[in-house]
């Protein structure tokens, strides 16, 4: 693992919250950024940021979240999702985030990824799809 993956790192990314990014339970005047494709923005940006201090064929997947949604993000407005990099353990790290908006924090919350070899987790996947096809 790279020397320069340590707590601390942060990363803020802006993006523009379209309709594929909303539901629309109030109608479709009152579509809203959707909280499972906001936590789909997090994870990247989480993903992201770390993935620039792996060596090649290594890359995260995420263990665990906790995502308070907190305010509401209308289609056509955008958001910054700002990551930080909490703490590192062995091949564990986990990451503070906020998401807010023009007017207001509209998330905040926790969210761990665990590092994996590419190929080795590939080879694993492929074991587990020939089990559940019975062969």
């Not at 992201?48 to 995260?60: A, C, I, Q, R, S």
């Not at 209308?74 to 700002?82: D, K, R, S």
């Not at 906020?98 to 492929?126: C, M, P, S, Y």
């Given at each position: 693992?790279?020397?320069?993956?340590?707590?601390?790192?942060?990363?803020?990314?802006?993006?523009?919250?379209?309709?594929?990014?909303?539901?629309?339970?109030?109608?479709?005047?009152?579509?809203?950024?959707?909280?499972p494709l906001m936590?789909?923005?997090?994870?990247?940006?989480?993903?992201?940021?770390?993935?620039?201090?792996?060596?090649?064929?290594?890359?995260?997947?995420?263990?665990?979240?906790?995502?308070?949604h907190v305010g509401?993000?209308?289609?056509?407005?955008?958001?910054?999702?700002?990551?930080?990099?909490?703490?590192?353990?062995?091949n564990a790290v986990?990451?503070?985030?906020?998401?807010?908006?023009?007017?207001?924090?509209?998330?905040?919350?926790?969210?761990?990824?665990?590092?994996?070899?590419?190929?080795?987790?590939?080879?694993?996947?492929?074991?587990?799809?020939?089990?559940?096809?019975?062969?």
């Open positions: 693992m790279s020397e320069t993956l340590k707590p601390g790192l942060t990363l803020t990314r802006r993006i523009d919250v379209d309709r594929d990014r909303t539901i629309s339970f109030m109608g479709d005047e009152c579509r809203v950024y959707a909280t936590l789909y923005d997090v994870e990247f940006a989480c993903r992201d940021l770390v993935k620039e201090h792996l060596e090649p064929g290594k890359d995260t997947v995420g263990t665990r979240v906790e995502l308070d509401a993000t209308l289609l056509g407005m955008w958001v910054e999702i700002t990551v930080t990099l909490a703490k590192v353990d062995g986990t990451f503070d985030f906020t998401v807010r908006d023009a007017v207001e924090e509209v998330a905040r919350g926790r969210h761990n990824r665990f590092i994996v070899g590419v190929e080795k987790t590939a080879q694993r996947l492929k074991a587990k799809a020939a089990k559940a096809s019975g062969g």
